[in-house]
């Protein structure tokens, strides 16, 4: 049939009554025939006379990332094993589709000198973009849902942070810092107006979360429960002179009871708030990297891909 | 009204400012001073109810612990030049309890009331663009989608016969499925969305955002009030500070 046999197809759908075989299709002016059969935009079409486009610029389907990889990719390569293929197209990556001229010759250049393809399709920031757009808000929405439930029910715990930590170990520090601040800034408005004042406590969860799951620190449920009870005497620290200057020492959870009582047996206010934090902390931040670890744990394999780069889930998830 | 509506620059600075005075006010005078003018505003932008909820649920349990723990068992302020008496102890707490309320009320007078697309204007003010503010917006948007969700996980729960009631207590046994199950789908959802939006170029023309709220909308004479009221406010407590 031939490689017009397609695009007289389209054709004869617009217009069914003038091409009625294939061989009128030959008939078609050139100009008309090339305009049809161009991939390119409507501006660049032979003799056509319309300006650029003010729309925003759509990707075709020959655009997309799988497209040009079937076209582009060596033979030499299609024989091989599925594992071969993923390292060549990570999952992501045959999902995605270009948002702009630039990343499309960025990718194009990429095939054309058989590089690898994720460095150089100029994509890593979309991707990244994209990632933290996705995972941040679910992040805040973890914190605030759990944290707020804690707090009905008056209990000695916060259990605010698990969203902050799973973050942190999917996309990294800087998001789990966002994550925090963003959901205590949300939590002011949503939840409780004095969360705010909190959000360095959150700030500083993702760094050590961060510091510590680049080592591995959430490869086993041994090793969680470690980092949660480290991470429990680092919260305590920080969040105690927010305590003592905002608060007088009581922040009307359970924990209050216990701070009374330090107070009562002639404690400094600081001493006794740092050492009620020292004792409730660690119990409250190892449930929270329990569940953080179960969550990630029971990630599907196709959710746990995208995030293969991004953060530490592979120096902490993988068998 | 007028008075709720001042435009985002003056909104903003009347925060910082209101929030630097009432961290520095250091007398029970001041801070119910303060708090007046704010629960005024509230009452006019009709907040009184959140505000009063707030008081009930948050303000109150700490104030009586400040008042236990300080008036009657330590008897005396906290730090080691402190008056010891019940009457520090007493005023100690006052002055805590009146200052978290206040800090509570400025942060709902003037951002908890706001309209999306006013909260948009503002945070564009104070140059929060893009990416971030698609985060802010797509979080406020999820919140009620996440509460529709969980009740279609314990719906469907219920269908399979794995919920026998939904009761509270029953609701609380249920909570690890629920979470695992919208963390997940949520995520997936998230990453798919986030996905359209960088592809479609929605980021890029979020920031077109800006011109929408007509500018007729705001009263510049409430924003002036507003500051005017604020720099009072935050003079007022630099200058008792020092005094003391």
Redesign the interface.
Same mark, same amino acid.
């Given at each position: 049939m031939g490689r017009d046999y397609s695009y007289y197809a389209l054709c004869r759908l617009l217009d069914p009554h003038v091409l009625s075989t294939p061989e009128t299709f030959k008939a078609y002016p050139p100009s008309t025939a090339a305009a049809i059969s161009s991939t390119e935009p409507r501006e660049k079409w032979p003799g056509s006379t319309a300006g650029p486009s003010t729309r925003?610029?759509?990707?075709t389907p020959m655009a997309t990332i799988s497209a040009r990889a079937t076209a582009m990719w060596p033979i030499k390569h299609r024989r091989k094993s599925p594992q071969e293929f993923r390292r060549y197209f990570p999952p992501f990556y045959l999902?995605?589709?270009?948002?702009s001229r630039r990343q499309k010759d960025h990718l194009e250049n990429a095939m054309n000198t058989d590089h690898d393809l994720e460095a150089a399709s100029g994509g890593v920031a979309?991707r990244k *973009?994209?990632?933290?757009?996705?995972?941040?808000?679910?992040g805040?929405?973890?914190n605030?849902?759990?944290g707020t439930?804690v707090h009905l029910l008056r209990l000695p715990l916060f259990v605010d942070a698990v969203g902050t930590v799973?973050v942190t170990l999917l996309v990294g520090i800087p998001a789990g810092i966002?994550t925090g601040v963003?959901s205590f800034l949300?939590g002011?408005?949503?939840v409780?107006?004095?969360m705010?004042?909190f959000s360095g406590t959150q700030a500083a969860i993702a760094i050590f979360v961060g510091l510590i799951a680049r080592g591995g620190g959430f490869r086993s449920v041994p090793k969680t429960i470690l980092t949660g009870v480290l991470l429990g005497v680092v919260t305590a620290t920080v969040s105690a002179p927010v305590i003592?200057k905002?608060? *007088? *020492?009581?922040?009307?959870s359970g924990s *209050?009871v216990i701070?009374?009582f330090l107070?009562?047996s002639g404690h400094?206010?600081l001493k006794s708030v740092f050492l009620t934090g020292v004792s409730c902390e660690p119990v409250d931040k190892a449930l929270q990297c329990l569940?953080a670890f179960?969550?990630l744990k029971?990630?599907?394999r196709k959710?746990k891909d995208?995030f293969a780069n991004a953060g530490y889930l592979q120096r902490n998830f993988s068998k | 009204m007028w008075f709720a509506s001042p435009p985002p620059l003056y909104r903003g600075l009347a925060v910082l400012l209101a929030l630097y005075g009432a961290i520095l006010a250091n007398t029970v005078n001041l801070l119910a001073a303060g708090l007046l003018v704010v629960t005024s505003a509230l009452w006019a932008q009709g907040q009184l109810r959140t505000f009063a909820k707030f008081a009930f649920t948050l303000i109150l349990p700490v104030g009586v612990g400040l008042v236990a723990i300080w008036g009657f068992i330590r008897q005396g302020a906290p730090g080691p030049a402190a008056e010891t008496s019940m009457r520090a102890g007493l005023l100690f707490a006052a002055v805590t309890t009146l200052r978290l309320a206040l800090l509570g009320a400025v942060f709902l007078a003037a951002v908890v009331n706001l309209a999306p697309v006013r909260l948009v204007d503002l945070l564009q003010t104070f140059g929060i663009r893009r990416r971030t503010l698609a985060i802010i917006v797509s979080t406020l948007n999820l919140w009620p989608d996440f509460r529709r969700r969980v009740e279609q996980v314990f719906a469907a729960r219920c269908a399979r016969g794995l919920m026998p009631d939904r009761r509270l207590g029953t609701r609380v046994r249920q909570l690890p499925y629920v979470v695992r199950t919208l963390f997940v789908s949520a995520l997936g959802q998230a990453l798919e969305r986030a996905d359209s939006w960088e592809s479609s170029g929605l980021i890029e023309r979020l920031d077109d955002l800006r011109n929408s709220p007509s500018t007729s909308d705001y009263s510049r004479v409430a924003g002036f009030v507003w500051l005017a009221l604020s720099i009072t406010w935050g003079v007022a407590a630099t200058l008792r500070l020092f005094s003391t």
């Open positions: 925003a610029a759509f990707p999902r995605c589709r270009l948002s979309l *973009g994209a990632l933290l757009m996705a995972t941040i808000p679910v805040i929405l973890l605030l849902g759990l439930l799973v966002a963003l949300l002011g408005l949503l409780n107006p004095v705010p004042y003592v905002l608060f *007088g *020492g009581i922040t009307g *209050g701070t009374a107070l009562a400094s206010v569940l179960w969550l029971s990630l599907p959710l995208r | -």
